[in-house]
């Protein structure tokens, strides 16, 4: 058995649309729990992040689920024939489904199907870049997938080796296939979180090493496709991806950051969030997100020509209640401000735009009034014999004067804190 889900489009390969992509169809029950119009466009712009065009929609209002499939027989029928007459690669319901709840509705629809988890998870896959990306990827989808064995099909054995005599049936090579994969599948999630928590010790070295560095750490965090790393590139002047998708960036990304007062910082790019984000799949890029958890500021990004703005911003601050991050400082930024659409803001809101600079200044001013109390102003007159100490002045903080006099060099400087103590003799 495989260790992750694989989806096979192979056969249906040919019906890909004029832009490449593959025409699904997407299924949804509304039991008026959420806005239904939200979530179907928030999964049709999933649907595109993973190459595929959603041709068509089938959704039902109803109260109670059908519990083999969900929908009733009736709207399976009428997503039966949508499929065929759009002759769709794939359906994917906006929703969890079980096992056997997939396997049903595949074999009614004639076509592959899959849920908003795998179809999330299939994108995390796609783009995971580094060696603990791939891991936490991989172990999301296991955990995704022991839940469902049982609901796989008839290629699963229920019964052992038969046996003449006696009892019946035997056991002897006698565990079942869905036991051994079962097994399996234990043993490899065993493995990785094993993998995951040898990478964590690592990343916590790194963390302590910023500690005693006294570095301190912003992260940006919010939904997918928000601007996040538009704003990272913009502000520390070094490419890392980006792109108008949602789950453009999944590894975190850190960058030196100089503020305007001379404090040399860390920004960490963050994966972006989504509504109704899986639990397991929240558990494991836990280790990621908490770079937020460890963050001296978080900077909350939201998308300023999206109506849906509030909305995306409750749904980071669920995220980051689940990482115990409500004793850090958080400013929240109104991103894409040049965007035609804008959406209606109150003008004390710190407004950004990562394509045009507007609003960047303001932005590093704020992170500077948070982190004040990490830094301090100073005037030195360093003697000649101690002009080492000028390179303390210049790497770990900002020299905005400099004059050569007969005693020693004057400076006027900005310095942290917990190297004010190295200045104090030649204040003046």
Do not use: W
Request: aromatic residues 4%; negative net charge.
């Amino acid at each position: 058995m495989s260790d992750t889900i694989e989806l096979d489009f192979g056969a249906t390969a040919q019906k890909r649309t004029e832009g490449g992509a593959l025409p699904v169809v997407l299924l949804a029950l509304d039991q008026g729990r959420y806005d239904m119009d939200r979530s179907l466009d928030e999964l049709r712009a999933l649907a595109e992040a993973n190459g595929m065009d959603a041709v068509a929609e089938v959704v039902q209002k109803r109260s109670a689920p059908e519990a083999a499939t969900l929908l009733g027989a009736g709207k399976v029928e009428e997503a039966r024939l949508v499929c065929q007459n759009v002759q769709a690669a794939a359906a994917i319901f906006d929703g969890e489904l079980t096992g056997s709840q997939i396997r049903n509705l595949s074999a009614a629809l004639q076509v592959e199907v899959l849920d908003r988890t795998l179809l999330i998870l299939e994108i995390f896959r796609a783009r995971a870049t580094t060696n603990e990306g791939k891991l936490q990827t991989e172990l999301a989808l296991l955990r995704y997938q022991l839940p469902r064995l049982q609901g796989l099909g008839e290629s699963l054995s229920r019964q052992g080796g038969g046996g003449a005599g006696g009892g019946g049936a035997r056991r002897g090579a006698g565990e079942t296939k869905l036991e051994l994969d079962r097994r399996h599948l234990h043993h490899r999630i065993e493995h990785l979180e094993q993998r995951l928590s040898e990478l964590e010790k690592r990343r916590g070295e790194t963390r302590r090493a910023r500690r005693k560095n006294n570095v301190p750490v912003i992260a940006l965090v919010g939904y997918t496709n928000v601007g996040k790393s538009s704003l990272l590139n913009a502000l520390c002047g070094e490419q890392i991806f980006e792109a108008d998708m949602l789950f453009a960036t999944l590894d975190p990304t850190a960058r030196k950051l100089t503020l305007p007062s001379g404090l040399q910082t860390v920004l960490v790019d963050t994966v972006g969030f989504v509504s109704r984000l899986p639990h397991h799949l929240v558990e494991a890029f836990k280790s990621t997100l908490e770079e937020a958890a460890y963050a001296d500021v978080i900077v909350k990004v939201a998308d300023a020509s999206d109506p849906q703005a509030p909305e995306q911003l409750a749904v980071t601050d669920e995220v980051l209640a689940t990482l115990d991050c409500g004793g850090i400082p958080q400013l929240v930024v109104y991103n894409k401000c040049d965007a035609a659409n804008l959406i209606p803001l109150d003008p004390g809101l710190l407004l950004t735009s990562a394509r045009t600079g507007r609003g960047l200044p303001e932005l590093l001013a704020r992170l500077d009034e948070v982190l004040a109390h990490r830094v301090r102003g100073i005037e030195v007159l360093l003697p000649y014999d101690k002009l080492a100490l000028a390179d303390v002045l210049r790497s770990r903080g900002s020299v905005a004067a400099e004059e050569y006099r007969e005693t020693g060099v004057y400076y006027r400087a900005t310095v942290k804190i917990d190297d004010l103590h190295r200045f104090e003799p030649y204040l003046v």
